[in-house]
Antibody, heavy 120, light 110 residues
Framework: EVNLVESGGGLVQPGGSLRLSCAASGFAFSTYEMNWVRQAPGKGLEWVSYINSGSYTIYYPDSVKGRFTISRDNAKNLVYLQMNSLRAEDTAVYYC?????????????WGQGTTVTVSS | QSVLTQPPSASGTPGQRVTISCSGSSSNIGIKTVNWYRQFPGTAPKLLIYSNNQRPSGVPDRFSGSKSGTSASLAISGLQSEDEADYHCAAWDDRVNVWVFGGGTKLTVL
């Protein structure tokens, strides 16, 4: 069964750091591009990072550029999101989602999410 | 403020047909395919429609998608109470290399 499981969320003070992990199983992880998408309480979805299969192409939106870093370990089927200089507006449920840009399916499989709360 | 524009809410009675719109621009919906996701409270989004109008296996044919120019629509026919959920549209934006989403539409079955 194809599965993505996020972990690492929690309560952190403004200015703090957190590292999220996403464990993949049931598919050829190394062939997929991976993304992180977040959803603030009561809000819509916001994409926050992309990494291609070989880790040589990475994108971020301006809202997190310079503060968030995405990485992956294809040997361990893991993708990470290092979040630094956290702000209250980063409070959200963070989902990882897979993508194969050469296919028509888009972000076709999502994890269950991990909650990040930035508060003093 | 979301890049793609969706109505915040929609409603219908059981058996009715409802549509949800999603408006974008020439750099996203205009040149890229649109996906739709359904999200029940407290759960992750799940792919409902891909490539504008294709249904993943297991999605009933009551759900259909379409695209014209820089807009897309999701239609749900034979509305059922279990269709109450949030619906999100998404597309890749080629100009800025980001996934863009609509703000989500909360569907209520009256």
């Amino acid at each position: 069964e194809v599965n993505l499981v996020e972990s690492g969320g929690g309560l952190v003070q403004p200015g703090g750091s957190l590292r999220l992990s996403c464990a993949a199983s049931g598919f050829a992880f190394s062939t997929y591009e991976m993304n992180w998408v977040r959803q603030a309480p009561g809000k819509g979805l916001e994409w926050v990072s992309y990494i291609n299969s070989g880790s040589y192409t990475i994108y971020y939106p301006d809202s997190v550029k310079g503060r968030f870093t995405i990485s992956r370990d294809n040997a361990k089927n893991l993708v990470y999101l290092q979040m630094n200089s956290l702000r209250a507006e980063d409070t959200a449920v963070y989902y990882c989602a897979r993508w194969m840009s050469s296919s028509p399916y888009g972000l076709d499989v999502w994890g269950q999410g991990t909650t990040v709360t930035v508060s003093s | 403020q979301s890049v793609l524009t969706q109505p915040p809410s929609a409603s219908g009675t059981p058996g009715q047909r409802v549509t949800i719109s999603c408006s974008g621009s020439s750099s996203n919906i205009g040149i890229k395919t649109v996906n739709w996701y359904r999200q029940f409270p407290g759960t992750a989004p799940k792919l409902l429609i891909y490539s504008n109008n294709q249904r993943p296996s297991g999605v009933p044919d009551r759900f259909s998608g379409s695209k014209s120019g820089t807009s897309a629509s999701l239609a749900i026919s034979g509305l059922q109470s279990e269709d109450e959920a949030d619906y999100h549209c998404a597309a890749w934006d080629d100009r800025v290399n980001v996934w863009v989403f609509g703000g989500g539409t909360k569907l209520t079955v009256l």
